[in-house]
């Protein structure tokens, strides 16, 4: 599973120019999009909600949560018109880590909203892991595929983007094999982490700095 990733040839977008790529793509008749969510440490600095959160106002954080409710509900009205099935599967580490007992807070939402969610526990894939962590990637049907990279401070960056027809088909497959692994998001969220402590957070000097609970990168 996964196995020619590491040897797959993308192309180098910087992070203006990956999402235009992105978003002409996305409407352009794909038909699905599929994204798999590994990290266990990101930011989402100028998101009111983990502001607060990286601040250490853990009841703040979660009451602002909600505040992408109505972008999340046209992203969804949007694919729908555009005939574009979304899925998302998070994988989560145990202990469960600061950054990911706040982003499942947001994704909640989105489920909410009728977002399709897994959560798949990352000790049930040891392996698949063996040689390394499954690939982060967002893909457009068998068009493209993109791998979301960092600076060297951890700062979203742009990705690198792959064409080729059969590696695209065969991360995919990867995806839809993990993610009949998964557990549906709300029991997960249920049993996992509502019954939490509030994470303790240090300011955003602890978490490296991306743009993942509330868009593709």
Same mark, same amino acid.
């Given at each position: 599973m996964?196995? $020619?990733?590491?040897?797959?040839?993308?192309?180098?977008? !910087? =992070?203006p120019t990956?999402h &235009? %790529?992105? #978003? @002409?793509?996305?409407?352009?008749g794909?038909?699905?999009?599929?994204?798999?969510?590994?990290?266990?440490?990101?930011?989402?600095?100028?998101f009111a $909600?983990?502001?607060?959160?990286?601040a250490?106002?853990? !009841? =703040?954080?979660?009451?602002? &949560? %909600?505040? #992408? @409710?109505e972008?999340?509900?046209?992203?969804?009205?949007?694919?729908?018109?555009l005939?574009?099935?979304?899925?998302?599967?998070?994988?989560v580490?145990?202990?469960?880590t600061?950054?990911?007992?706040w982003?499942?807070?947001?994704?909640?939402?989105?489920?909410?909203?009728?977002?399709?969610?897994?959560?798949?526990d990352?000790?049930?894939?040891?392996?698949?892991?063996?040689?390394?962590?499954?690939?982060?990637?967002?893909?457009?049907?068998?068009?493209?595929?993109?791998?979301?990279?960092?600076?060297?401070?951890?700062?979203?960056?742009?990705?690198?983007?792959?064409?080729?027809?059969?590696?695209?088909?065969?991360?995919n497959?990867?995806?839809?094999?993990?993610?009949?692994?998964?557990?549906?998001?709300?029991?997960?969220?249920?049993?996992e982490?509502?019954?939490?402590a509030?994470?303790?957070?240090?300011?955003a000097?602890?978490?490296?700095?991306?743009a993942?609970a509330?868009?593709q990168?």
């Amino acid at each position: 599973m996964f196995d $020619s990733f590491p040897t797959g040839v993308g192309e180098r977008l !910087d =992070r203006p120019t990956y999402h &235009a %790529d992105l #978003g @002409r793509i996305y409407t352009s008749g794909i038909g699905f999009l599929n994204k798999l969510e590994r990290g266990q440490h990101f930011a989402e600095r100028g998101f009111a $909600s983990w502001e607060a959160f990286a601040a250490g106002d853990w !009841d =703040r954080a979660v009451r602002l &949560a %909600d505040e #992408g @409710r109505e972008e999340y509900a046209q992203e969804l009205r949007r694919a729908e018109r555009l005939g574009v099935s979304h899925r998302r599967l998070r994988v989560v580490e145990f202990p469960v880590t600061p950054y990911v007992q706040w982003e499942l807070f947001v994704l909640r939402v989105r489920v909410d909203l009728g977002d399709d969610i897994r959560i798949l526990d990352a000790r049930d894939i040891t392996d698949v892991e063996k040689s390394r962590p499954v690939p982060e990637v967002v893909i457009l049907g068998d068009v493209v595929m993109y791998e979301v990279v960092y600076d060297g401070e951890g700062n979203a960056d742009g990705a690198n983007r792959y064409t080729d027809r059969s590696l695209i088909r065969e991360t995919n497959a990867g995806f839809d094999a993990l993610y009949e692994r998964g557990e549906d998001f709300p029991a997960f969220f249920e049993r996992e982490i509502a019954p939490l402590a509030p994470p303790r957070v240090s300011g955003a000097s602890t978490v490296v700095t991306g743009a993942r609970a509330s868009g593709q990168d």
